[in-house]
């Protein structure tokens, strides 16, 4: 007989406060960003296990024994984070939304890996929402119990006074809407690290990565006809032929300021007086692949492999693409509002932090301008005068490796829905500027403290101040169970043996592979 009790009852006497305290004093976070980190439970789960371990009173005919002899909690798969069902998820094939997703299909994690989703759960109604706005603009809603990796600044001070030192931790978004700035200063509290780059194979692509950029560009959107500065010529030419394309020399475009070269280009030699019909072209596969009149990144470029995605870029920025003197900005601008948006997705997808922003030409015509930092070690050019520029890998800041968070408001409420995945940190990413979101643990830590040679978790009597007190309980069995095989060695057991071996108590226990043995006070197995 399986009792849940209200939460509308008065609470009973409970070991929940000891076993909260014992949790906190000699466990760890297990398998994710907080890694080896002190345990932390918030007042949520702090909740929950008070209920769980409460005891009888006092006055009643077994004091001190368990309320409870099962004890069951409901809790959404995915430990309660929901996003709303419209929100974007990058998988390895393109995107998706979160309400579309199914167990089994592939989605990424923080450090680009394609992982698999472990768990879906229903349609939740009526849950509080919010919507959490980044500095880049980007923003997602997201539940109010849904839970971020954040890492939150600290008030301490360096010798100038400044604010330093950013700590990580998990926060639910409700949280984050209480502590999104720091009350003095308005400094922003809550920063997100950029994930890293997607982490795909090699793509059977139409067209050369770069000389495809390279025409988004500066392509006649209507040809195979690239313009270029002559002082660039040369380099052109170089990764054309590497490609295995051929062109015709340069002339003079008319059509543009004096000097600027044009320069036809095509995957088959290029007969005097045009191309012979049947010959494969680059201007055929433009067209083939809906390209002519229509420049925009065809989807197959956006989830080919890091090189190929870089060289796409590569082509993109040397031709349209802009960097300052010294190195703090580059950008891409295009009246292209399609174009803009895939600069930014490749952008993101190799691990950068970009921003968009549109605005009014001169001419009263709607451009887009993406902005973006990028260091050496992401090489966004290969023409030499524009990389030159860009700053040595060491010299990346925290700013351009982070996305803070701006404001969390609330908003009318919307269906959400959460997923788990198999990823060692449980984290995958959402949203058009691809941001780590959070799956964690909570049984893993109760399994722990039932399974420890001290666990308080057994009622032993009352002290002098009516205060239960604990014991822990006699040989213990504790089988994990999940629905898979995954979620067995990486949400249950997984989760167990990383919080043991990374804990101080590690020595009281024989971890292994498929079962975790505990030593008595005598050092024998019990």
């Given amino acids: 007989h399986l009792i849940v009790p209200r939460l509308d009852e008065e609470p009973w006497p409970s070991l929940g406060g000891a ?3 014992f949790i906190e004093e000699r466990f760890v976070f297990g398998p994710g960003p907080l890694n080896g980190q002190p345990a932390v439970i918030s007042d949520e789960k702090r909740a929950i296990i008070w209920r769980l371990y409460e005891v009888n009173p006092k006055g009643h005919r077994l004091p001190g024994r368990r309320r409870f002899k099962r004890g069951g909690w409901s809790v959404r798969k995915g430990m309660a984070k929901a996003l709303a069902l419209d929100t974007r ?12 997703l199914k167990v089994g299909d592939l989605v990424f994690d923080e450090k680009g890996q394609p992982v698999r989703v472990s768990a879906t759960s229903p349609v939740y109604l009526g849950n509080d929402c919010y919507r959490v706005t980044f500095k880049d603009g980007s923003s997602i809603v997201a539940d109010a119990d849904h839970r971020w990796y954040t890492e939150e600044l600290r008030r301490q001070r360096d010798e100038h006074g400044v604010l330093r030192a950013y700590v990580g931790s998990v926060k639910t978004t409700a949280e984050l809407a209480q502590t999104v700035t720091l009350r003095k200063d308005g400094a922003r509290n809550h920063r997100i690290p950029v994930t890293r780059p997607l982490d795909l194979p090699d793509a059977e692509l139409p067209i050369d990565p770069w000389v495809l950029g390279a025409w988004l560009g500066d392509g006649r959107t209507d040809d195979a006809e690239f313009t270029m500065h002559p002082a660039d010529h040369e380099h052109f030419v170089a990764k054309v032929e590497l490609a295995g394309y051929f062109h015709r020399p340069p002339k003079v475009d008319t059509r543009t300021e004096a000097g600027v070269y044009a320069v036809r280009v095509s995957t088959s030699t290029i007969a005097r007086g045009g191309y012979r019909y049947g010959l494969d072209t680059l201007k055929g ?9 229509n420049k925009h990144v065809p989807a197959a470029y956006l989830r080919a492999s ?36 895939g600069v930014y997705e490749l952008m993101c997808s190799v691990g950068l932090k970009p921003t968009v922003k549109p605005f009014t030409t001169a001419a009263g015509t709607p451009a887009w301008k993406v902005s973006v930092f990028a260091d050496a070690a ?47 940190s449980h984290l995958f990413l959402a949203g058009k500027a691809m941001v780590p979101t959070h799956n964690t643990e909570l049984g893993a830590w109760i399994v722990g403290v039932e399974l420890h040679p001290e666990g308080p978790v057994r009622g032993d009597g009352f002290d002098a101040y009516g205060n239960p007190v604990g014991r822990p309980v006699a040989s213990p069995y504790i089988p994990m169970l999940s629905y898979t095989k995954d979620q067995t060695e990486e949400l249950a057991y ?17 971890i292994g592979q498929e079962r975790i043995l505990r030593y008595d006070h005598r050092g024998r197995e019990d």
């Fill in 19 to 21: 076993v909260c305290d």
């Fill in 89 to 100: 998820i990058p998988t390895p094939s393109g995107w998706t939304r979160m309400g579309d």
């Fill in 285 to 293: 596969r433009l067209d083939e692949n809906g390209l002519l009149g």
């Fill in 306 to 341: 890091l090189p190929q995605r870089l060289a796409v870029l590569q082509g993109l920025m040397d031709t349209d693409g802009t960097i300052t003197p010294d190195g703090s900005n580059a950008a891409f601008t295009s009246t292209v509002q399609a174009l803009a948006d």
């Fill in 378 to 424: 992401t090489p966004i050019f290969s023409l030499p005068r524009k990389y030159a520029r860009q700053r040595e890998a060491c010299n990346r800041t925290a700013m351009s490796s982070n996305r803070h968070i701006v404001s969390v408001e609330p908003v009318p409420s919307v269906p959400t829905r959460c997923i788990a995945v198999d990823s060692e």
């Fill in 494 to 510: 997984g989760a167990l043996k990383a919080i043991l071996e990374n804990s101080t108590d590690a020595d009281l226990f024989d």
